[in-house]
């Protein structure tokens, strides 16, 4: 077992460095991504197979990182590292319908989950005669970890049609903390041993379990909550940096917009958005925050709802009802009502079906019979379409995608890589005088 644990790790030093050489190359970046999971399972492995508790330990230990990365992800998105591309996307599958329970990210679930594998892992394999239980508690916990892995698969590929690779990562964690456990479990047996381990009959595993849990909850809670209102901050160009990138596509704005501010303002913002999408939520009330902080601003809105059933380059249905929302924004800007029915649908994320739309739209006053009527009406329909068109032409990958004119002394549009928080900071060097460095290359989704 020791040579095989010394080639396991040899072969994760070999995959972790190819992950780093090959990462920068978009060409590469799924490869990268690919060998950098193998070299954290490599990893695992080679200690698992040197003792399996300091396996499950190291499992544990990963699955923290990972995790605590996701967490701050989904409160903060914007190009995720682990993002490939709108197959394997971790920041579409991060901020879906499915990466919360009752308000809480999974990730951070996941994180705490981890966190109490790993605090037990290392006293059972410290302190075997006071922890002789921890063993069957972590496979148990790890066999549970791997049903939610399963499920969260399935969900993943039938319903999203996209795949996060850190998320993946954290799956064989699960299924490796659930081996090593059975395995540390065969000298007192593993079944047989279940409940006491559940109960604690015997030592304080679960116990220890319990309380680090709850620390890691609490401690990655605090630490990953989302960042908050907009505040100023010291600018310099060498701080502007990392906020934007050099836009690479095509920026098309129509005249037909909606339009938020003053429609002469010299500063363009536009952003692509999907009404289900968590994180275009988040950004929504912080877009008219940024308007009233700098009225020289304007808004533009366009759609690109992350459905197959509207948007041909989204790879399946994904948001279900984000293309009727899109059509809904139309027929209430149609009423001169779009950004009152914005704020509604932003604000109801997870009501806007059919019948949440119409009740929405009346809760606002609008002609019930004209809406129904432009809700079916196909012109509604080949606006959105023309929306999605233009987020294609200007690279649009995920949501939101946000796009500023009029800052920078050599780029019509630069890309914003940090929302509406690099907005306004841009914005406030802009004011005091600073000179924008050239565009940086955009980074890679």
């Known amino acids: ?84 591309g709108e197959v394997f996307n971790c920041e579409v599958v991060n901020t879906s319908q499915f990466s919360e329970i009752a308000g809480v990210p999974i990730a951070l679930l996941g994180l705490a989950f981890y966190g109490a594998i ?111 209102p907009i505040e100023p901050a010291e600018l310099n160009s060498d701080s502007l940096l990392p906020l934007f990138s050099k836009v690479t596509g095509e920026i098309v704005i129509r005249g037909n917009e909606p339009v938020y501010g003053d429609p002469d303002a010299p500063y363009t913002l536009v952003e692509w958005a999907d009404y289900e999408c968590p994180y275009c939520g988040q950004v929504s009330p912080q877009l008219k925050q940024l308007v009233e902080l700098h009225p020289e601003v304007k808004v533009i809105f366009k759609n690109y709802p992350l459905s197959a059933e509207c948007n041909p380059h989204v790879p399946a249905a994904m948001h279900e009802n984000a293309c009727e929302a899109a059509v809904a924004g139309v027929c209430a800007g149609r009423q001169r009502a779009f950004w009152d029915l914005n704020r509604q649908m932003f604000q109801n994320q997870k009501y806007l079906a059919p019948a949440d739309l119409a009740f929405m739209a009346g809760d606002l006053g609008l002609d019930k019979a004209a809406f129904q009527d432009c809700m079916a009406d196909p012109s509604a329909a080949e606006y959105v379409q023309s929306d999605i068109a233009d987020g294609k032409k200007a690279l649009v990958n995920s949501t939101p995608s946000l796009y500023l004119k009029g800052l920078h002394p050599t780029e019509e549009w630069i890309h914003m890589e940090m929302a509406v928080e690099g907005a306004n900071l841009l914005l406030l060097a802009h004011k005091d005088g600073i000179v924008l460095p050239p565009a940086p290359p955009p980074s890679e989704d």
């Open 118 to 228: 790993t605090v037990v892992s290392i006293m059972g394999w410290l302190a075997r005669d006071s922890f002789a239980k921890a063993p069957v508690l972590v496979g148990f916990s790890g066999i549970l970890g791997s049903l939610v892995a399963i499920v969260l698969m399935y969900l993943s590929g039938a319903e999203l049609g996209a795949w996060c690779l850190f998320c993946i990562a954290t799956y064989g964690f699960s299924f490796l903390i659930a081996g090593g456990g059975i395995l540390a479990s065969k000298e007192i047996g593993f079944a047989p041993n279940i409940v006491g381990a559940l109960t604690g009959a015997a030592d304080k595993s679960v116990l220890a379990a319990a309380l680090s849990y709850l620390a890691v909850f609490g401690i990655g809670f605090v630490t990953c909550s989302p960042t908050g």
């Open 1 to 84: 077992m020791q040579k095989l644990s010394s080639g396991l790790i040899t072969l994760a030093v070999v995959a972790g460095i190819a992950s780093l050489v090959l990462y920068d190359d978009t060409a590469t970046r799924l490869v990268a991504l690919l060998a950098g999971v193998g070299a954290m399972w490599l990893l695992a492995g080679g200690a698992l197979a040197r003792d399996p508790l300091l396996g499950t330990a190291t499992a544990g230990g990963l699955g923290v990182v990972v995790s605590g990365y996701l967490t701050q992800q989904h409160n903060d998105p914007g190009s995720a590292v682990c993002n490939a």
